[in-house]
């Protein structure tokens, strides 16, 4: 009797049970909580790999004897003149009495440190490592100018001996081939080839192994041996560190160029996701995402050296109107980076970018769950990506009209002309 009664109870109970749903609004709230719970924590997650990204430091050591023009170099990699403000201090006498930091004016994590020179009373050859506190830079660049000088394969040797690098410069070349001018026989390749010549001869001599001596002048960088240094060090240096000494070099070669537009697309993805993630979250408007675009379309545009600060000062160091350079750039957000310049590229890079939709969604599920999550992440990746080969492409031409002879510049007017000409 009590078993059947047991009996009777259960099934009533099933059927009530059966009879209850589940709310959707029930539903709606959990999904809701769940996915902003996920975007916040992916959100997190992008930004602490772009904030360690921007927060990666370089310091690079110029060092050598006084009088070598160490100051005039750490001007010239960091795009200023001598008599800039934030310029290191020149002077035909040693200048600098302990090590002094420069920030880069764009890429402030990157810091060159302008030493003591060697040699003086103050900083003698056997505790001169010491003195200057070694162990925080990344590695070290020595400057010789005119002749070779015993204090240079010294430091070589105790900078390997504490497990740097070091990279031999021979500074003020462009003195050496004006003095050498004058001889009835000159050949500047064969001067230049005796000069690196000596200075590995001189260095092996000192007991240095297999040295890397660059020749250059901080007045023309875009001559004699800065392309093959600035190629070395980036070939050398690895993962964060590598990507930004690569944005903090001038722009003096097509190939450095190129180099710097694709370190700076391997990291498109997570500028992309971290806009459309924020876009998606409750507590921020659809459209922020605008100004964390032209905020990073005009890091992309200083790291081409395309804003006007860089153009003026191109202009200034090559002897050509700033208008003449800026003429060169023809892409529309070189031109201008607007909220509507911006949101006009948007639009058109999601028409360009639909047939992706699918497949980003496919591989990643969470931005298939978000209203319009996949053509946002898209459009947002296609608009970066195409707006670096833009970039790229205008300081490509912004490079060799500054570095055109005047010559040159005559023959472009002049064709520039006739193509007009024949047009109208």
Not at 33 to 49: D, F, P, R
Not at 107 to 118: A, C, E, F, K, N
Request: hydrophobic residues 40%; glycine residues 4%.
């Amino acid at each position: 009797m009590l078993q059947t009664r047991d009996r009777g109870t259960a099934l009533e109970s099933r059927d009530t049970m059966s009879d209850l749903k589940i709310q959707g609004q029930d539903l709606t709230e959990m999904s809701s909580l769940i996915q902003s719970t996920v975007v916040m924590e992916v959100t997190k997650q992008v930004q602490a790999l772009l904030t360690s990204l921007e927060t990666t430091t370089l310091n690079i050591a110029i060092t050598g004897e006084s009088g070598t023009g160490k100051s005039t170099f750490i001007n010239a990699i960091r795009g200023l003149s001598d008599e800039d403000v934030g310029a290191a201090v020149t002077g035909v006498t040693e200048s600098t009495r302990e090590p002094n930091c420069y920030q880069h004016p764009k890429i402030s994590t990157v810091q060159l440190w302008d030493l003591p020179g060697i040699g003086t009373p103050s900083f003698q050859a056997d505790r001169y490592l010491e003195q200057v506190g070694f162990e925080r830079y990344d590695f070290f660049i020595i400057l010789s100018s005119e002749r070779f000088r015993e204090n240079n394969a010294y430091l070589a040797r105790s900078i390997r001996a504490v497990n740097k690098k070091f990279y031999f410069v021979r500074s003020k070349i462009d003195l050496d081939i004006r003095a050498c001018q004058r001889n009835r026989n000159f050949n500047e390749e064969r001067v230049l080839a005796e000069i690196r010549a000596n200075c590995i001869h001189c260095l092996e001599k000192e007991g240095v192994e297999a040295p890397k001596v660059f020749l250059l002048s901080s007045f023309e960088l875009h001559k004699y041996d800065f392309h093959k240094l600035q190629d070395t060090l980036v070939q050398e240096l690895n993962g964060q560190k590598k990507h930004v000494l690569l944005l903090s070099l001038p722009n003096i070669t097509v190939e450095m160029i190129e180099k710097k537009k694709e370190s700076l697309k391997r990291h498109i993805w997570k500028k992309a996701l971290l806009a459309c993630l924020i876009s998606a979250l409750p507590t921020f408007p659809v459209h922020y995402n605008a100004p964390l675009l032209m905020e990073t379309l005009a890091s992309y545009q200083k790291n081409f050296g395309l804003d006007d600060e860089s153009i003026s000062t191109l202009a200034l160091r090559v002897n050509k109107s700033p208008c003449s350079l800026k003429k060169q750039i023809t892409s529309s957000l070189g031109k201008d980076i607007s909220d509507h310049s911006v949101q006009s590229a948007l639009r058109m890079a999601a028409l360009c970018g639909h047939a992706s939709v699918s497949l980003v969604e496919r591989h990643v599920p969470l931005l298939g769950n978000l209203v319009a999550g996949g053509i946002s992440f898209v459009a947002i990746y296609i608009l970066l990506s195409s707006s670096l080969d833009s970039f790229a492409q205008d300081a490509q031409k912004v490079l060799k009209a500054a570095y055109r002879t005047e010559k040159e510049d005559k023959l472009e007017a002049y064709y520039s002309q006739e193509i007009d000409f024949l047009y109208d």
